[in-house]
């Protein structure tokens, strides 16, 4: 990846001092964001993705942080205008309309008032508020304040922009009208970060997703690169005239292992045969994610006159990665948030 929006590497954040109980909120980051890619950054609760997003806003101070953003050093202040930022928590003046605070915004980003003016009402229809656009802010519900939370991040045109949690509170329309939001700013070549706690969302748009647990890069890169090993093939197979089990132990004979449902392909995949019963659907497990693979098996098992009733791709979800992520493997148990230190 040649063109970076993000380049981080060994990001530490510890809060307190020698005389207070120390918490090491980061632990060395290493995370690549390609520009005009979505990215999407996860993790439990406490494993520091707040204070890594608000490290990139300068909104804290790192206790070290080499790397770049837009290819200028973390903490450039004029890059900064080049970035649309929505926090977690955001509040916006209750007295404000919604127009007022996307030209504020854009004011405070130096966008001059003709422009500011021209993109706020271009923004407002953009995220679906332009009815709304001269309501004042405490007669919006959650999700219109979130929707007017974008509008003001792309008031500068930004080439990137960071939302963390932008569909918190926002109803299933909402969140899809978010999406849609997402892939057109890639569409237009800008980068999107998103933190978020909802996998599927984040499943649905991400091209590449970072996992942080207790401070650290657990897994980073697409879904099908971080799931490729545990990628497999599932095919239901029936016999309509004779017993399944010996049917398939028959059509299969070359790759089972003699006496044994389990047995290897020629190119090395291995294979898995269940059976719930003589006149029940079985089911192949070949455990690869090229479709050629399951060619010849089911070439075999056809010309053995069974029926072929589903091949399925099968692949861990987001969100079986990510409870991969965040469970000790010896209890089984969530990990802890995060780890503090002595003096």
């Not at 605070?101 to 706020?120: H, I, L, S």
């Not at 044994?260 to 003589?278: I, Y």
Request: net charge positive; aromatic share 4%.
């Amino acid at each position: 990846m040649t063109d970076l929006a993000i380049d981080l590497r060994g990001i530490d954040k510890v809060y307190g001092s020698l005389f207070s109980r120390r918490v090491h909120a980061l632990r060395g980051i290493d995370m690549r964001v390609g520009r005009g890619e979505i990215f999407g950054l996860l993790g439990p609760n406490g494993a520091g993705k707040s204070t890594l997003v608000k490290i990139l806003m300068t909104v804290i101070k790192p206790t070290r942080a080499t790397g770049t953003v837009l290819g200028r050093g973390v903490g450039h202040k004029p890059t900064l205008g080049r970035v649309g930022y929505l926090p977690e928590h955001h509040r916006f003046p209750d007295y404000l309309t919604g127009r007022q605070v996307v030209e504020f915004y854009g004011a405070m980003g130096g966008v001059d008032r003709r422009d500011r003016k021209k993109r706020g009402a271009e923004l407002l229809d953009f995220v679906g508020m332009s009815k709304w656009a001269d309501t004042r802010v405490r007669g919006y519900s959650k999700g219109m304040r979130q929707r007017v939370g974008i509008a003001q991040t792309l008031v500068n045109n930004p080439d990137l922009v960071i939302w963390d949690e932008p569909t918190d509170g926002v109803d299933p329309v909402g969140r899809r009208d978010i999406r849609e939001m997402t892939v057109e700013l890639k569409r237009r070549g800008t980068t999107v970060m998103l933190n978020s706690h909802l996998l599927s969302e984040l499943e649905m748009v991400c091209d590449r997703v970072a996992i942080l647990v207790q401070g650290r890069v657990s897994s980073q890169g697409s879904v099908a690169e971080l799931t490729i090993d545990r990628q497999r093939y599932e095919i239901e197979v029936v016999s309509e005239d004779s017993n399944v089990d010996t049917a398939i132990r028959n059509a299969l004979a070359r790759w089972l292992t003699p006496g044994s449902l389990t047995g290897t392909l020629a190119t090395g995949e291995s294979l898995h045969v269940q059976l719930d019963g003589a006149h029940a659907p079985a089911l192949l497990k070949v455990n690869s994610a090229e479709a050629g693979v399951v060619q010849p098996l089911i070439d075999a098992l056809r010309s053995a006159r069974l029926t072929v009733r589903a091949v399925k791709p099968i692949r861990p979800s987001l969100e079986d990665l990510f409870m991969e992520a965040v469970t000790d493997p010896n209890t089984g148990r969530a990990l802890a948030p995060g780890a503090k230190e002595g003096i």
